[in-house]
């Protein structure tokens, strides 16, 4: 009774030149988000909980989970679709379980289900073994004009 | 790296009278919704497609699949809460990812996290071994006042 | 700073026709929906709660909230779209606000953003002057075959 | 047919203080986070579109939306609860309707339903004339404790 898609475009060598990469730049530098691993529909994302990104109460900011999943949503997908196709995450939704204090944020990001079109994506994400978020949401993919 | 929640409260009994119950009247008997199986934290439920469940179309009315959505959200939790403690459904999410057109359609729920006072539940619903939708929402629980 | 669509291709005369239509066969015919009132962009649908459409604690089921909701996403487009264009509920998020218990349900859809291929609806739900529910979902628009 | 809630606890004293209020610190303080008009149940943010905001293929970086929504939602529930009582986002839906490229973005949150215990919160999103994303979220109200 397998649901998992097949992911018949996915580019091993792609995968291996982006594990660990870290951004620099934009949100995802100011963020500090690393790609720890990655597989075929599948990717993990670490941030380290630093002071710049709590709230005035000490607790990560809300913000900071949202844009990982963000990122995390469009990511997943270009190891697995054709050079050129954009991925624009066009809807998710995000459960906060519970407050952020200190330590590792890790995001593992899953395609549940994946059409010529259309990815739909979940996100588990940890702070140590507990779960702090969990996130579904839509990918759609825009195949090269012209 | 476990993120079960654990659930003290879970009544066997309660699981074994529950199991193969089917609703009768009602919306759950209109669909024809059958608890399947149950176990902590988990549930499983099925309807059998039928002509008076599809659109105009020859599709399953996607009014189904979130009626029983709705369905399992609460069920799920009444074997791992209190007696007299009612589980009150507060909001979900639901991605349609095929139509169904026949058959039997399975929802597996799962509560992934859960308080004093809140659990949040997924559920993967399937036809034969396709995916056709995936839930998350949260379930308020209110113990019985005085 | 206006950001309702335009919808050229609104029919009047499908308006006129829909208006006042009530379901008397499957998922919409067992609930009692009758579409109210019809607009460019926009349709209303009401319910009278039933015995039959409670759950055991004599409130109205959440199911039956969610498949108004369905119903409604779709059937909105309809006057909207090029006629033989299907129109695909692909997603939608719900927050069950209070419960009801008697009276009429009364849906107010409204498509708040639109593309050749996907509009985005919210829903407000009430029971007499009560905002009992809140939808906001996705639409694929699917041009007929050939 | 009003369904706005009341809001009885509203301090225009707040309001008057907080209006204008722009971070510096922090996540809203790299997205550059103002707190632009203020009402009862509704908060008016707005964000300069830079290049450190934005993704690869020169678009506003979907986080940056999702990070202002968070922000938002707990934000606007300050000034019509209980000093002392903690808003904590539990959960929200995002739909990202069209790329943001230049300009301001700006959001307009309002609370659609509260109780003593969770409100509701709807935000739109524009950038100029343009709406661009629609939230829908859950905020839990945290007494003080003792």
Same mark, same amino acid.
Not at 51 to 55: D, K, R, T
């Given at each position: 009774m397998s649901a998992v898609p097949e992911f018949p475009a996915y580019d091993p060598g792609f995968a291996a030149a982006a594990k660990g990469h870290r951004d620099t730049t934009g949100l995802p530098g100011f963020l500090g988000v690393e790609m720890s691993d990655v597989g075929p529909g599948r990717m993990r994302f670490s941030l380290e909980v630093r *002071?710049?990104?709590?709230?005035p109460f000490g607790v990560l900011h809300g913000g900071v989970i949202s844009a990982l999943a963000d990122h995390a949503l469009g990511a997943v997908c270009y190891p697995v679709i *054709?050079?050129?196709t954009w991925a624009a995450t066009t809807e998710y939704k995000l459960n906060l379980l519970a407050p952020v204090r200190e330590g590792t944020v890790e995001a593992e990001a899953e395609i549940v289900s994946m059409t010529m079109r259309m990815a739909v994506v979940r996100i588990d994400i940890r702070n140590g073994d507990r779960l702090v978020a969990l996130v579904q949401g839509t990918v759609v993919l825009k195949p090269p004009k012209g």
């Open positions: *002071p710049e990104l709590m709230n *054709p050079q050129g």
